[in-house]
């Protein structure tokens, strides 16, 4: 009669304790899935955008001046320039952000040998190639940041779209003509 007293009690136990292992199983499983949707939105807000993104096309002389030009044939290299938004969530320190220039039939320009490669979209989910990168020390204020692409061969007369990513998300886009 003890036994099976005893017994009871300690299946009663067993059951108490498995269905509490259940609800923190459960509970476990649903913040990890908050934890993952908290994740990504820190991550979209540590994104920096930026503003004004402006692109002047230079020609540079023999003696190293740079001279602004408009003609698709006097132009040397790109001086890509934007303003960065204040934004506290993103720590202090070196930013990179990816400058991705298309040409007038759509194509990214790239050169490997002259710091080209490919960023993820992370919004997309996909891969894009990106044509140069411009670096800054980031102190959450707003800053002035440019970026420059030489690539030591013609451009082709047209317009031409800017993309500029950070942490994977496009956060600024401009445009100009040739």
Do not use: M
């Amino acid at each position: 009669q003890n036994l099976n007293t005893s017994l009871t009690e300690t299946k009663a136990r067993l059951d108490e304790e498995s269905s509490a292992k259940a609800a923190l199983i459960s509970e476990k499983t649903q913040l990890e899935s908050e934890r993952n949707t908290l994740g990504k939105k820190v991550d979209v807000a540590s994104a920096i955008k930026v503003s004004n993104v402006q692109v002047s096309s230079v020609k540079v002389t023999n003696s190293g001046k740079e001279k602004t030009r408009s003609k698709a044939k006097n132009v040397d290299k790109l001086k890509i320039c934007f303003h960065t938004e204040a934004n506290e969530v993103t720590p202090a320190g070196e930013e990179t952000f990816y400058l991705r220039i298309i040409d007038p039939t759509g194509a990214p320009l790239a050169i490997e040998s002259l710091g080209s490669g490919v960023a993820q979209d992370k919004r997309n989910q996909s891969d894009v190639r990106y044509t140069t990168t411009a670096t800054t020390n980031y102190n959450n204020q707003e800053t002035d940041v440019c970026g420059y692409w030489q690539p030591g061969q013609n451009f082709v007369k047209g317009k031409y779209n800017v993309e500029i990513y950070n942490k994977g998300y496009l956060v600024g886009k401009g445009a100009f003509k040739l």
